[in-house]
């Protein structure tokens, strides 16, 4: 199995590409199983789940296409064909794996009336159910039936009627299932209370250029006409602004300067604000953005929301960078009700935090120290590999498959930034 080793406690400097973002590409490929047509995704990011991704379209009768940029430019351009359809099944092995298949849910009932799909079950950060998916696909006129921990999904007469759900809680996937399953319906439908990631603002942006029409995009309500038939399209992914704000953080835990490039700021508000507060230059540059640390960090009080709060993936890794700040910070996630796995790791490099509930405090230390590590869950896995940056001496992290499901080529993009890091295969 693969670990990463860090050597750390060097300056990062540089540029550093931010590549399309994961969360984006897992709801625009499964839009593809709306239209007969090809969609084509620029952008697309390298990375295990939309790897994974792409087999469970291969499953469901679509063909998947990559054409290489070249090896050594990031992301790439992948054509999905989904003309017939021989399934509409995504089965326990691949959704267990992989939550994210639960969005072909929408799409397929969308395109053709009817899905079955497994429950996801639970998840290392939190319970995570998909209640609110259903709900919300009743609503405009799905009948379910559970058995035997699968869902089934059907349009009476083959095609959804369209209708009204409002969110009691704001869920950017079953906004997502939701907004992809009304956009093929006999009539309209309206989402109150959805969700307004910029993750859903793509989505609804490549629905419309595959013939959707779509009102209220980036506001929490959100009106779909249905339409008879999509067509294809070709559509660039987002840049990744979790990605970006996670190297911001890199840069700030080792007192470095990094121009993230190919991201909008204006996707990151939260996350850059906080990093001014905490005494980092921030400032937009014609590619990007710079984030610049020179003098200690200030402690912060942050609290993760739905955007455009801040947002819950980014917690792990300000926690990491307020190990070092000059004073306590308090971190209170509101999201996942487990998503404090990293803090028993990062204690174990020398971090003084104490959870109690959904609240924890962070009092700054002096230094960290390396150790070797235990990634539990994609952004936890990133917190240990800034307090690795930052720490004295030698980290190893390890179960990098988390990595790989959601940083596209990590060990080279800090390393061309001055980081010591190198993935080591233990055979
Ligand atoms: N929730 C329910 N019922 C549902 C759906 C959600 O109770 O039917 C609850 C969840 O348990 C959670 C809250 O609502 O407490 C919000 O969950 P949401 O549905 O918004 O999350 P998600 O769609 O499952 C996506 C991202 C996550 C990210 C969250 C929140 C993807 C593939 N995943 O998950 O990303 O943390 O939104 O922003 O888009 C990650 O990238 O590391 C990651 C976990």
Request: net charge negative; charged share 20%; aromatic share 4%.
């Amino acid at each position: 199995m693969d670990r990463i080793l860090i050597r750390g406690g060097q300056r990062l400097a540089g540029r550093l590409p931010i590549s399309g973002a994961k969360n984006a590409a897992l709801t625009l490929m499964p839009a593809a199983l709306l239209t007969d047509e090809p969609l084509t995704l620029r952008n697309l990011p390298r990375l295990a789940d939309v790897d994974g991704f792409g087999h469970l379209l291969n499953q469901l009768g679509a063909s998947t296409s990559v054409e290489g940029t070249r090896p050594d430019e990031f992301g790439r351009v992948m054509t999905i064909r989904a003309g017939r359809l021989t399934s509409t099944e995504a089965p326990y092995d691949i959704v267990r794996k992989m939550r994210a298949s639960i969005l072909v849910l929408g799409p397929l009932i969308g395109r053709g009336g009817e899905a079955r799909v497994s429950l996801p079950g639970g998840c290392a950060i939190g319970n995570r159910p998909i209640d609110l998916h259903l709900k919300a696909l009743e609503a405009i006129g799905a009948e379910l039936e559970m058995a035997a921990g699968y869902v089934r999904a059907t349009a009476p007469g083959g095609r959804l009627s369209g209708g009204r759900y409002r969110f009691p809680v704001v869920s950017v996937g079953a906004t997502e299932n939701v907004l992809m399953a009304a956009v093929t319906a006999r009539g309209g439908s309206c989402i109150e209370n959805a969700a307004r990631e910029p993750e859903i603002v793509d989505l609804c942006r490549c629905l419309v250029a595959m013939g959707a029409k779509i009102d209220g995009i980036g506001t929490d309500m959100i009106e779909i006409e249905g339409t008879d038939r999509l067509h294809g399209a070709t559509y660039s992914v987002m840049p990744d602004r979790i990605e970006a704000g996670s190297y911001a953080c890199a840069a700030a835990i080792t007192g470095g300067e990094l121009e993230l490039t190919g991201v909008s700021a204006d996707d990151m508000g939260a996350t850059l604000s906080a990093l001014t507060e905490a005494g980092v230059r921030v400032e937009p540059t014609r590619d990007g953005v710079r984030v610049a640390a020179d003098g200690p960090l200030r402690p912060l009080t942050l609290s993760t929301a739905p955007y455009p709060g801040f947002a819950t993936d980014m917690q792990a890794q300000f926690m990491a960078m307020l190990t070092l700040a000059d004073g306590a910070s308090v971190l209170t996630e509101t999201i996942f009700e487990n998503r404090y796995m990293h803090v028993p790791e990062l204690a174990r490099m020398g971090a003084d935090i104490t959870v109690s509930g959904r609240t924890a405090v962070v009092r700054g230390v002096a230094g960290l120290t390396g150790a070797p590590v235990m990634a539990t869950d994609l952004r936890a896995s990133m917190s240990l590999i800034l307090a690795g940056l930052a720490a004295q001496g030698e980290t190893s992290v390890t179960r990098v498959y988390h990595l790989d499901r959601g940083y596209e080529r990590l060990e080279e993009k800090l390393s061309a930034v001055g980081a010591d890091i190198e993935r080591v295969s233990d055979g």
